[in-house]
């Protein structure tokens, strides 16, 4: 049996640099000094570029002992797309660029050729095959997942495919799902029964290839391969001992001194828990009773034949990840030939996968990583010239969006809501809109089982841990009715509390934020226009948005056009998002004062003019003004959702509401003007 062992070590763009440290100390400082000690070790190592980039920086030793390791054949290393994006999700001049970043890296720090490469989330789609090969790739590594749904059974998993496209030729090799899960989570004789198992003839090839941040990041995990336990070591001296079995060895020598298996087609797949986490909560819960169904069949793998989704789902579960990949993609698109390295750089940062989505770790629910792409789109951007005005659709519903762009600002308004969606502040490269809605994810069923007593002990891995950062969790399990954009309209009660708001429990009456609004665009103004049913009256909103500088100017108008007398209130939403929500660099001003409980994360329901987000950190400072003294909710978005360390409490961005109360006789107008003012300090 020949073993590949694979290790794939990356950190997000945008990450916190203690980290990168962190991560480095406990787990790919130790891993290199580990396999060192080991001569009869072959592996194959996958190093991404926000990680290579800080290593040269702050620990190049690193890629020293990588490069005695390369010169000795002992490791071969592995391409991808530098900048870690799901391929499948941009464009082929992108894939093909960033593929050829790396190639050109490793080539100049290893002094070696790439041929293999590290398919980011394993997210593989059959038009993948021709722009990776002309890449210069010959072979990449997918989950047996992959291979089980095209109807190869788990018994022929034991060597490489070759796949084609359009006549290009790329090897598939098989991860094997039972050794990313006994790998380092059960004895290492564990492992050696797997190898026994499937050891056919000296062609067979198993593959464990996943996270390097499991050997020591993941919670538990440094104690148990470095620690007491000494799992590491264990393993390697347990594969020494077993060589008359199991021979390590590398994609590339497999690849070359052996046959393929034969000819596959994959279907559009990723690796199997993936295919939960695409899915909304009640299919979640459907798809997981069909699989305990299909378990209890004996003598059958049926999760061969049970499929849930795939990574593009995503894009239809988070209507804020799809915005920021079309961003970051179309800006990529309209970089001009002759933008700069480092805008085109930029553009490929802001392709970084993981605030794209979420499934065991925070991605998309992290608002510095969301910060991170936006603040790259928004830095290469720069070298796009666009008119004051233009009407595109971003997000490819059908619907165009209109770009107001100004010295200081640059807008993106929907007619949804007739809405701001995306504020940028381009002298900080700072998306003040960057935050997300609160959804319902499957695994909230899970926080009942916490205070039932049902929290993990000991080493697990990340796919099983039931844990919690904070005790009462499940009292913030609120969930959004529409989406967390700014100059936004409500109608509600009169005596509606602030409780209400926060909890998402109040009456929206009319629904105006998922309603379409007409549009008229004139001299740089942007005009929405709504015509609605509220109680037993109609009304008829019209807002205007004007760009000056770094002012924009809201007015609002609201006619009583039904004949019953109207009495509501209205409230106009705005949502800010400063990245922290209690931290002492970052604060509201109420007329240009600290309130008593000042932080961004607070709850109050008060009376200003002026309503000040600040943070001391980017030296940004945003101004709502109102024409005089006026009624105001404000309150934060906090989101609940699960990572490697378990259920955590997420601020998104503060929520201010200034709200009047209307008593409207037919054909009665109440008519306001907010300014947002956003400035450095």
Known sequence: MKFIFGIHNHQPVGNFDFVFEEAYQNSYRPFIEMVERFSFLHFSLHVSGPLIDWLEVHHPEYFDAVSRLVESKRVEMISSGYYEPILASISDSDKIGQIEMMNDFIQRRFGVKPEGLW?????????????????????????????????????????????????YVLGVFPISQKLRYTIPFSAPEESIKIFNQHAIDDQSVMVMADDGEKFGVWPGSNELCYGEENWMERFLISLEDNSHIVDTTTFSQAFHNSSSRGRIYLPTSSYFEMGEWTLTPKSSEEYNLVNSAVDSIENMNGRSYV?????????????ESNWMLKRANAVSANLPENASSSARESSWKAQCNCAYWHGVF??????????????????????????????????????KEIIL???SIRLFLTCKGGAIREMDFLPADFNLINTLSRYEEYYHKKLHELNNGKKSSGTASIHDLVQTKEDGLENFLHYDKNHRWSFMDHFFKIDT????????????IGDLPNQYYTRNIQNGDVDFNHSADILQSQIEICKNVKLEDNKIKLQVSITNNGNEFLHIRYGCEFNISLLGGHSFDRYYLVDGQKPVD???????????????????????????????????????????????????????SSVVV???ELKLAPGDKFKTTIELVTKEL
């Not at 090969?133 to 060597?159: C, E, Q, R, W």
């Not at 608002?367 to 233009?390: D, F, G, Q, T, W």
């Not at 509390?497 to 929206?508: A, M, N, P, R």
């Open 307 to 319: 499929k849930g989704g795939f990574w593009r789902n995503f894009l239809t579960k988070y209507d």
């Open 658 to 660: 200034p709200n009047w």
């Open 497 to 508: 509390t602030l409780d209400e708001l926060y909890s998402g429990s109040f009456e929206d």
């Open 598 to 652: 000042p932080y961004l994360d607070s709850k109050d329901s008060f009376t200003a003019k002026t309503i000040s987000l600040v943070t001391e950190w980017e030296k940004i400072k945003t101004n709502i003004i109102l024409p005089k003294t006026t009624s105001v909710f404000r309150y934060p978005v906090e989101t609940i959702s699960m990572s490697e360390g378990g259920f955590e409490r997420i601020y998104q």
């Open 362 to 399: 925070g991605g998309l629910y992290l608002p510095h990583l969301r910060h991170a792409l936006y603040s790259n789109l928004i830095a290469a951007e720069k070298s796009i010239n666009y008119e004051p005005v233009e009407e595109i659709d971003i997000d490819h519903d059908g619907k």
């Open 119 to 167: 398919l980011t989330e394993r997210v593989w789609e059959p038009g993948l095959v021709k722009p990776i090969s002309l890449a210069g790739i010959k072979y990449v590594a997918v989950d047996d997942t992959h291979f089980s749904t095209s109807g190869i059974p788990m018994d022929k998993l034991n060597g490489y495919y070759l796949t084609e496209d359009q006549g």
């Open 405 to 407: 762009s100004g010295k």
